[in-house]
C-alpha cells in the first residue's frame, strides 16, 4: 500500500426475523387499519489504518471568548491540521488568574480533524466558576492524544482575555 491513511468502517446490523411473503397475520378486526413498526438497530465501527511516518501538526487560532446570554462563556477557536494524518485527542482549558491561580474550567474528549480537512471551528463551553473573570487574565489550552494512548502534547496555546 501507498504511504498514507485509509479510513472505513464495519457496520454490524440486527436483522428482523423474516416472513414468507404472502404469508397472512391473524386477522382481529377488519374495519380498522393497524400500522407494525419493527426497530432495526445496527452500530458502525469506524476503522483507519496508517502507513508511514506521521508528518501531522496541529495549531489553534481565532481563539474567542464569547458570553451567551451574558452568564454562559463560549470558547471559540479553529484547529488547523497538516501533514499527512488525521488528528484526534482531548482538550483541557485552563483559566490562569493575574496573580497565577490556575483552575480548570472545561474538558473535551474526541476532537478530531480528518484528512482531507485542514481545519475545523470548534467550540465549548466553559465552566462558570467562583472567581473565574473571563475578561481579565488567560486562557491556557492544551490538546492531547486520548488518555488511553501513550499521552503526547499535541498542541499548545494561551488565549489573553480582555
Known amino acids: 500500500m501507498e504511504p498514507g491513511e485509509y479510513r472505513s468502517h464495519i457496520y454490524f446490523r440486527a436483522v428482523p426475523k423474516a416472513r414468507a411473503l404472502g404469508e397472512n397475520e391473524l386477522v382481529r378486526d377488519t374495519a380498522s387499519v393497524t400500522a407494525r413498526l419493527v426497530p432495526v438497530f445496527g452500530i458502525t465501527i469506524p476503522v483507519i489504518i496508517r502507513i508511514g511516518e ?23 477557536m479553529t484547529f488547523n491540521r497538516a501533514g499527512n494524518f488525521s488528528v484526534y485527542g482531548d482538550m483541557i482549558v485552563t483559566y490562569v488568574s493575574k496573580d497565577g491561580k490556575e483552575t480548570k474550567v472545561a474538558s473535551v474528549k474526541g476532537v478530531a480533524v480528518y484528512t482531507p480537512n485542514l481545519s475545523r471551528r470548534f467550540q465549548c463551553n466553559l465552566d462558570r466558576i467562583p472567581g473565574v473573570d473571563y475578561k481579565s487574565g488567560k486562557l491556557h489550552i492544551v490538546f492531547t492524544t486520548p488518555v488511553d494512548t501513550k499521552l503526547q502534547k499535541l498542541a499548545e496555546a494561551d488565549y489573553i482575555l480582555k
Open 54 to 76: 506521521p508528518t501531522t501538526k496541529v495549531t489553534m487560532t481565532d481563539m474567542s471568548v464569547e458570553m451567551v446570554k451574558d452568564t454562559l462563556p463560549k470558547l471559540k
